[in-house]
């Protein structure tokens, strides 16, 4: 039986388990790219209240069988639209980020869409390369989820 994976608007009482997801240290460690301080509160509600109010900005809170397993966001960066996703770290490997991604995807009518991924998260970018992703560079920047600069891929899907 296929598990019934959902995309809907973000509401309030999701942001305490996005919230809950941030926590986990192996999920952050991974991730790289996170905020400074995952436990601040305050600075995880200012996030989240940009990213709901912000009209360029699409998030969708990622259900599995009605319960909150993540989020997938398309947001501006200068004159590109780059994607992220966070899926809990105890749902990882069962096609969850894929699927809610290409879900995500799908709502997009711009072409192409961007992605980055640090080079060593490998299940990032095999999420990436499933949905039609391919590398065109590299960069590196600091890292706030390993306290130090890292390698990563610029990804992006022109199809």
């Not at 105890?90 to 080079?119: C, D, M, S």
């Not at 990563?152 to 199809?159: G, N």
């Amino acid at each position: 039986m296929t598990a019934d994976l959902q995309l809907r608007p973000i509401h309030d009482d999701d942001l305490e388990e996005f919230y809950r997801h941030q926590q986990d240290p192996e999920a952050v460690r991974m991730a790289a790219f996170t905020a400074q301080d995952p436990t601040d509160r305050a600075e995880f509600a200012a996030h989240w209240r940009r990213v709901r109010t912000d009209r360029a900005i699409v998030s969708r809170t990622v259900t599995v069988d009605g319960a909150v397993v993540g989020h997938v966001i398309a947001f501006p960066v200068g004159d590109r639209t780059e994607v992220s996703y966070w899926i809990d770290r105890a749902r990882w490997g069962r096609g969850y980020a894929t699927r809610a991604l290409g879900a995500l995807l799908r709502e997009l009518p711009q072409r192409p869409v961007h992605a980055r991924a640090a080079k060593d998260n490998h299940g990032s970018l095999a999420v990436l390369r499933k949905c039609g992703f391919v590398i065109r560079g590299e960069d590196h920047g600091y890292a706030a989820g390993r306290g130090h600069d890292v390698e990563e891929y610029v990804l992006e899907l022109t199809v």
